[in-house]
């Protein structure tokens, strides 16, 4: 995808209603939000759902390797896997304007040792990248201002993430919209990835439905997958145990567990 100017990247702009924050680009929908009281706190159930990659690393795990997001959004998966994980984290986002509401509105930190912002193209920067680092968890949301479809959802495009995850990491995918674009996405997901290596969760009320997609993961019995939900809801608050009830592998009918 050819890189955009600053003049035809979406506005920013910033709502509040009933303690949260929400963030949107030149239109109404909300494309983030942060409990203003509580900004370590995910919001919007899609994303916490985008957080569903804990559920294929070991506990002892969570906070191991590095953490790579595509999108910056609100920020919601930079603060918890900086502040709350503290995990090295990498976010690449093209649009300078949400880089500035997100430090300015949302608690996005100055980068550290921990933390890098990259403003670039996502397609562009993965190439560039890919044999440099590896990273463990990998959460790709890119949508622009008109959420029709993924910015970035072409075979090509896969494949450059799967080359950036580290053997055992895990990719989540925000996906939004028609059943036929849904099954475009995964269909692309599975030749990058490997049908056995792809789950999906049930759509959100909104349309949201997140995508998995694993190097080279086997998935525990279900024992282990529950101490793992036990864990994540215990320590981080996030409904694993609900997840795990959504999970279903590409093209299966029955469930993770």
Known sequence: MASRTRADLPEVTVSESDGVRYL???????????????PRTIVLEYVQRMMAWMLWRPAAALAGGRALQLGLGAAAITRFTHQ?????TTVVELNPRVIAVC???FHLP????????????????LVEQAQAESVTVLCVDLYDHEAAAPVLDDE?????????LAEGGVMTVNLFGRRASFERSMQRMAAAFGSD?????????????????????TVPDRHTLLLRADNIESRYGLPA?????????????????
């Open 156 to 164: 090509a495009f896969y494949r450059d993430c799967r080359a950036v």
């Open 241 to 257: 145990h609900k997840w795990l009830r959504m999970v279903r592998p590409w093209r299966a009918d029955h469930s993770l567990t």
């Open 197 to 217: 290596q792809l789950w999906h969760l049930q759509p959100t009320r909104e349309g949201n439905t997140i995508a998995v997609a694993t190097h080279g993961v």
């Open 110 to 125: 100055a980068d550290d040792a921990r933390l890098r912002v990259v403003r670039a193209d996502a397609g562009a920067w």
């Open 84 to 88: 709350v994980l503290r995990m090295p």
């Open 103 to 105: 430090r300015q509105w």
């Open 24 to 38: 949107h680009l030149d239109s109404p929908w909300v494309q983030g939000a942060m409990q203003i009281g509580e």
